[in-house]
C-alpha cells in the first residue's frame, strides 16, 4: 500500500497483506481499557457519577459492575482462542473513591476483570512512589513500564519490570510498557524515580526481547495517541500499539471518532501496526483482533470498541460490594473543608448571564493552581456551576454539587484574537441563559447584548503586573479552563481548533476549589466588575480604580473625584443580580472659572462637546473616554504669570437623524486644570512627575462613591517595594504645583520582597501553601525567577509535597 494507512483505513481497518506469507497465521484477540480514572460507579452523559433516577432511564455507562460482566462476556464468547486483557494506565483519580480508598478500590476490581498487564499512567504517581508502590502490591498482575527507572531507595524498585512475556496459544508475547515523558512534570514521582525517554527505552526492551527468539511485540504505552503514531509505532520489531493518556475516542461508525479504530501506521520495517486506544472513564472496552504472519508481523487487525452502556447487564457481586465501599464515601460528603462569610450565588439565573460570586471562586481558584506556569487568564463556562453555597461551613458535598462533573484542569496558550472570540462565544446566548457564558478570572471585559452576537465584546483587559492593560490580538496567553470547553464543549471550538501546547488532564476542579477554599478561610465572596454589561448611553457611579491585584484586606480611600456622568438606567434585576456592573467613568466636563495667579502648566485641550442624539436612536456604549495628555508639571517658578484662559468652543451642530449619538466628550476649558491628588502610592516624589490623568468619578461636591470589596488575587503577599504612583485625574485650577496625595496600602500586588539574594544555596522544608512563586518572591525578591527553583528540584509546581526539601540556588547579587 503506497498511502499512509492513517489517512485512508476508516472502514474494517483490516491490512490487505500478500498471501504468500499467510502459511502460519496466528490470530490474537486483545480486550483492553485505558484512563479509567477511578470511575467505580456507573457514569452518564458527562462523565459523573449516574444518578439512581439516570440507572432508571438506562442513561448510564460503564462502572466497574459493567465492565467486569462485559470483559467476562468477551471472554466466554472468545472461549478456546488467544485472548489478552490489557490495561494502558491512570486508573487512579478522579473520583471519591480514590479520595477515599486511595487506589485499593481500584486494585480489588481490577484484581476481578483479571488483567494480563497493566502499563504506568501519570496519574498513578499522584500520590508519589509510596501510594503507586502500595497499589502494585495489592494486584495480582504485572506492572510493566520500560521509562520508569526507580533507584535502589525507591518504594518501587523491583516492583515494575520494562516488559513481561507472556505465552498465549503457544506463541510468546512480548507486552512492553512506557509512560509519557513528562510524567515528572503532571505527577508527583519523586526524585528517586527517574522518567526515561520512551522510545530509545522501548526500542531497548524490543530488541532484548528479539534476541530472545520473541517475534511479536506490543507497546502498551501511556504517552497518547499523536505520539503513538508518529514515534511508538515506527519503532522497529513494534507490531502492536494499545495505549491511552490522550483519552482518545477511535471508531469506524461514529463520526465523532478521532480515526479509525484500529488506526493502521506505516512502519519502516516494511508493514503496518494497527495503534488503539479506548477513550476514558470505562464507557468503552476496546477490543480487536490481529493476525500475525509466521515471522511475527502482522498480517491484518480489525475490530471496534464496544460501548458499555444499559444493555450490558452489570455484575451483581461488583455492584454489591460497589455500593458496599460507596456507604463512607457519603460521609465524606459531609466533611468540612471551610467556611464562608457569606453565601456565594451559583445560580443558573445569575452565572449565565452575568458575573456572579461562584464564578469568581472557580476562575480564581483555577488560576491560582495554575499561577507558576505562566498562566495569566482563567475561562469557566457558567453552565458548570450548578448550585450555590450557603453563609457558614462549606462541605465537600457542596463544592461536588456546585462542580458535579468531574472535569479537570486544562492549559494551554491562545492568540489574544482566539480569546476574544471565545468571550463572544461565550455571550452570544446571553440572553437565552445559554451555559457557554464565561466567568473569568485575571482579565476583565465588557459586553453589549444589544448588539448582534458575535459583535457584543466591547473592551477586553487583561492582568498585567498589577495593572490591566488591553488585549492584544497578536500576542499569545496562557489559558486556563476546564477539560470539557478545552475540547469544544457549550460550543467553544476555538478552544478545540486553536489551542497551542493543551494539556486537558490537570487536577479535578472539584478539587482545585477545594484546596483553594481550605488555603483562603473564612472566604469572603465578591464580585469586583471583571464583567460588564454595558447598558444604554448613560453610566454608573464608578468606584476608585482597582489594581489588578484584589488580594486585600481593606480597601485604600477614594481620589478626590471630577464630575461625573448620569448614572446608567437599570438593567433587568435576573441579568444583574449580585454582579459589579460598573460602567466606566466619562470625562470631567468643562472648567467654569478662570484662574488668576496660575503656574506655568500647559492647559488641557479639552474636546468640543458631543452632539445629541434623537430620541429614537440608541446612543453608543458608555465606554472609558480617553485621557487627555497630561498636564505638564514643573518645577515651582516665582512671580508665574496668569495664564490667558482659552475661550470655549462653540458647541457643535445637532446630530443628525441617522447618527447615532456619541458619547459625552469634554468641551474645551478656558482655564488652566487644577491637578486632583494621585492615587494613593507608598511613596511620593515632590514635585510630582507627570503623569497620565485618571478617570474621573463625580464632582467633587459629592461624595465618591463607596469601592466595592477587591477580589481575591492571584498573588497571595503584599509588596515591601514601593509603587509609583497612580496618575491624577483632570480638575480644576492648580496654584501651585502638584503635591502627592498621602500614601495608603498598596492594593496587593505581588511580593517584592527586599530580603538579600542568598550568597550559598539554601534548603527550605516545604509548608502548606508553599509555591515556587512565592518562594522565589521570599529568596530572591522576584517571583518570576521561580524556573531557577523549578530547574534545580524534581518537584512540578502543583504538587509540592508537604515536609519535602527544596533546593534554592545561590544567587549572590543584592535584590534592589
Known amino acids: 500500500m503506497s498511502i499512509s494507512c492513517i489517512r485512508v483505513l476508516f472502514c474494517t481497518s483490516v491490512l490487505a497483506m500478500s498471501a504468500d506469507a499467510a502459511l502460519a497465521d496466528y490470530t490474537l484477540n486483545i480486550l483492553h481499557n485505558n484512563d479509567w480514572h477511578s470511575r467505580i460507579e456507573s457514569i452518564n452523559k458527562h462523565d459523573s457519577t449516574c444518578s439512581s433516577a439516570e440507572e432508571q432511564k438506562n442513561e448510564c455507562f460503564g462502572g466497574a459492575a459493567r465492565l467486569k460482566a462485559a470483559i467476562d462476556a468477551r471472554r466466554k464468547a472468545l472461549d478456546g482462542k488467544n485472548v489478552l486483557a490489557l490495561n494502558a494506565g491512570d486508573n487512579f483519580q478522579g473520583s471519591l473513591f480514590y479520595n477515599t480508598y486511595k487506589g485499593a478500590a481500584e486494585a480489588e476490581f481490577m484484581n476481578l476483570m483479571k488483567f494480563d498487564a497493566m502499563t504506568i499512567g501519570n496519574h498513578e504517581f499522584d500520590d508519589g512512589e509510596d501510594g503507586l508502590g502500595a497499589f502494585i502490591g495489592k494486584v495480582d498482575f504485572p506492572i510493566v513500564s520500560a521509562n520508569v527507572r526507580p533507584d535502589i531507595k525507591s518504594a518501587l524498585n523491583g516492583k515494575i519490570k520494562p516488559y513481561l512475556i507472556k505465552e498465549v496459544g503457544g506463541q510468546k508475547i512480548a507486552i512492553v510498557g512506557a509512560v509519557a515523558n513528562d510524567t515528572a512534570e503532571l505527577a508527583s514521582p519523586g526524585q528517586k524515580v527517574t522518567i526515561a525517554e520512551d522510545v530509545a527505552t522501548i526500542a531497548a526492551a524490543v530488541e532484548e526481547v528479539t534476541k530472545q527468539g520473541v517475534n511479536k511485540v506490543i507497546a502498551l504505552t501511556h504517552v497518547g495517541y499523536p505520539r503513538d503514531m508518529a514515534a511508538i ?11 491511552g493518556h490522550s483519552h482518545t475516542f477511535l471508531s469506524n461508525s461514529d463520526p465523532k471518532a478521532e480515526g479509525p479504530y484500529p488506526t493502521l501506521v506505516d512502519n519502516p520495517g516494511g508493514y503496518h501496526v494497527p495503534v488503539v486506544q479506548a477513550k476514558s472513564y470505562g464507557k468503552y472496552l476496546g477490543e480487536f483482533t490481529v493476525t500475525f504472519d509466521d515471522t511475527g508481523k502482522p498480517l491484518s487487525a480489525k475490530g471496534d470498541p464496544i460501548l458499555l452502556d444499559s444493555s450490558i447487564k452489570a455484575d451483581e457481586v461488583v455492584l454489591a460490594r460497589v455500593k458496599e465501599l460507596a456507604k463512607p464515601i457519603e460521609e465524606l460528603k459531609n466533611k468540612v473543608i471551610a467556611s464562608s462569610v457569606g453565601p456565594i450565588e451559583g445560580s443558573r439565573e445569575i452565572c449565565r448571564v452575568a458575573e456572579c460570586t461562584m464564578g469568581n471562586l472557580v476562575a480564581d481558584a483555577m488560576l491560582d493552581r495554575v499561577k507558576g506556569q505562566g498562566t495569566t487568564i482563567a475561562i469557566m463556562n457558567g453552565g458548570g456551576l450548578r448550585a450555590s453555597i450557603d453563609a457558614g461551613d462549606v462541605t465537600m458535598g457542596e463544592v461536588l454539587t456546585v462542580l458535579p462533573f468531574q472535569n479537570t484542569l486544562s492549559t494551554f496558550q491562545l492568540k489574544g484574537a482566539d480569546v476574544k472570540a471565545a468571550l463572544e462565544h461565550g455571550v452570544s446566548q446571553v440572553d437565552e441563559g445559554g451555559g457557554r457564558f464565561p466567568q473569568v478570572a485575571g482579565l476583565k471585559y465588557s459586553f453589549d447584548k444589544s448588539k448582534p452576537a458575535g459583535q457584543r465584546i466591547n473592551s477586553v483587559e487583561v492582568g498585567s503586573g498589577n495593572a490591566w492593560k488591553p488585549l492584544d490580538p497578536a500576542a499569545t496567553y496562557g489559558v486556563v479552563a476546564n477539560n470539557f470547553t478545552r475540547g469544544g464543549g457549550d460550543g467553544y471550538k476555538v478552544f478545540a ?26 472566604y469572603k465572596p465578591y464580585t469586583d466588575g471583571r464583567i460588564k454589561a454595558v447598558a444604554m448611553p448613560a453610566v454608573t457611579k464608578a468606584p476608585e480604580a482597582q489594581a489588578l491585584d484584589p488580594a486585600v484586606t481593606g480597601t485604600a480611600k477614594p481620589a478626590e473625584p471630577a464630575q461625573a456622568a448620569k448614572p446608567a ?9 449580585k454582579t459589579a456592573e460598573v460602567a466606566k467613568p466619562a470625562a470631567p466636563m468643562q472648567a467654569t472659572k478662570p484662574v488668576a495667579q496660575a503656574k506655568p502648566a500647559k492647559p488641557v485641550q479639552a474636546a468640543k462637546p458631543a452632539t445629541p442624539a434623537k430620541p429614537d436612536e440608541k446612543a453608543k456604549t458608555a465606554e472609558v473616554a480617553k485621557p ?31 447618527e447615532k449619538a456619541k458619547t459625552a466628550e469634554v468641551a474645551k476649558t478656558a482655564k488652566v486644570a487644577k491637578p486632583a491628588k494621585p492615587m494613593q502610592a507608598t511613596k511620593a516624589v515632590a514635585p510630582a512627575k507627570s503623569v497620565k490623568p485618571m478617570q474621573a468619578t463625580k464632582p467633587a461636591a459629592a461624595k465618591p462613591v463607596k469601592p466595592m470589596q477587591p477580589a481575591k488575587s492571584i498573588a497571595t503577599t503584599k509588596p515591601t517595594t514601593p509603587i509609583k504612583p497612580v496618575k491624577p485625574m483632570q480638575a480644576a485650577k492648580p496654584t501651585a504645583p502638584a503635591k502627592p496625595a498621602k500614601a495608603a496600602k498598596p492594593v496587593a500586588p505581588v511580593k517584592m520582597t527586599q530580603k538579600t539574594k542568598p550568597a550559598v544555596a539554601e534548603v527550605h522544608i ?11 518572591a521570599r529568596f530572591y525578591g522576584n517571583p518570576t525567577e521561580w524556573r531557577k527553583l523549578r530547574a534545580a528540584n524534581k518537584y512540578h509546581p502543583r504538587r509540592l509535597p508537604i515536609g519535602g526539601t527544596i533546593t534554592v540556588p545561590a544567587r549572590t547579587v543584592p535584590a534592589k
Do not use: C, H, R
Not at 509505532?233 to 495505549?243: L, S
Not at 481548533?497 to 473564612?522: F, H, M, R, W
Open 569 to 577: 438606567a437599570p438593567v433587568k434585576p435576573a441579568e444583574t443580580a
Open 766 to 776: 516545604i509548608k502548606a501553601g508553599d509555591t515556587y512563586w512565592d518562594l522565589a
Open 497 to 522: 481548533t486553536n489551542a497551542i501546547n493543551a494539556y486537558d488532564y490537570g487536577p479535578s476542579l472539584e478539587q482545585v476549589v477545594i484546596d483553594y477554599l481550605a488555603k483562603n478561610q473564612p
Open 233 to 243: 509505532a515506527k519503532i522497529p520489531n513494534v507490531d502492536v500499539v494499545v495505549g
Open 628 to 658: 487627555a495628555k497630561p498636564m505638564q508639571t514643573t518645577k515651582p517658578v516665582a512671580q508665574a504669570k496668569p495664564a490667558k484662559p482659552v475661550q470655549a468652543a462653540k458647541p457643535a451642530a445637532p446630530a443628525k437623524p441617522d
